[in-house]
């Protein structure tokens, strides 16, 4: 079973700072999603890639095949950005083949 | 626009209770799943089903009972059975390949006193 590990668990930062959460896993995989969750709990999927790179305004994300590694990026980051960030990857295998981390819980301060 | 519907978004219930969460897509997607969330841990899937009048255990299945009598509804019921019902509950579909383009719903945050 693929094991999903995300860093920070925590984050704040101020308004207008770069930010990056990352994402490793132990187990080749076909495709990895993010995804954001805000306060009132919805989910919503940010992105879902298998190889480089993909850019949505100001969040870009990336993956490394190779290494077992993608991270997300949010440019000038805003409160509103303040969310709950979680990395999923799909191994093709099991139920619904996702294997989800725990969460990067960010807050942007004004 | 298609999405996910979940309802209602909090629910509170006596221990003992059954209790039924409803899932409805207007998505056109084969797969639907229902995850539960705790504080600090990943969503862990609960029962998942691929085709209507089929469903499948997930990892988590003890305590719960689903049905899929239409590609649009998935409903969830909490039984008596489960030891630590209090949760978040979601629900997800999916096209017939899950790899590509999950949706999910609003969430429903049950409390079991």
């Known amino acids: 079973k693929n094991e999903v590990e995300q860093s920070p668990q925590n984050l704040t930062a101020q308004e207008g700072e770069f930010i990056t959460i990352n994402c490793s896993y132990s187990?080749?995989?076909?495709?990895l999603h993010w995804l954001q969750q805000h306060p009132g709990g919805g989910i919503v999927s940010l992105f879902m890639?298998?190889?480089g790179k993909k850019k949505h305004g100001r969040l870009i994300a990336t993956i490394n095949i190779q290494e077992k590694h993608s991270s997300l990026h949010i440019t000038a980051s805003h409160p509103r950005d303040s969310a709950v960030y979680i990395c999923?990857?799909?191994?093709?295998?099991?139920?619904?083949?996702?294997?989800f981390g725990k969460g990067t819980h960010l807050i942007i301060q004004p | 626009d298609g999405g996910i519907t979940q309802s209602p978004k909090y629910l509170f219930r006596k221990e003992g209770q059954n209790v039924t969460l409803s899932c409805e897509q207007n998505?056109?997607?084969?797969?639907m799943y229902w995850y539960r969330q705790d504080p600090g841990q990943g969503l862990r899937l609960i029962y998942y089903?691929?085709?209507?009048?089929?469903?499948q255990k997930g990892d988590i299945a003890e305590g719960y009972s689903v049905s899929r009598e239409k590609k649009e509804s998935f409903p969830l019921t909490v039984t008596s059975a489960q030891k630590n019902p209090t949760a978040f509950y979601l629900c997800?579909?999916?096209?017939?390949?899950?790899?590509?383009?999950?949706?999910f719903g609003s969430g429903t945050r049950l409390t079991v006193v």
């Open positions: 997800a579909s999916s096209p017939q390949r899950p790899a590509y383009g999950y949706t």
């Open positions: 187990v080749g995989i076909s495709a």
């Open positions: 890639l298998s190889s």
């Open positions: 999923a990857v799909y191994s093709g295998g099991g139920a619904d083949g996702l294997t």
């Open positions: 998505l056109n997607h084969d797969a």
């Open positions: 089903s691929q085709i209507v009048n089929d469903f």
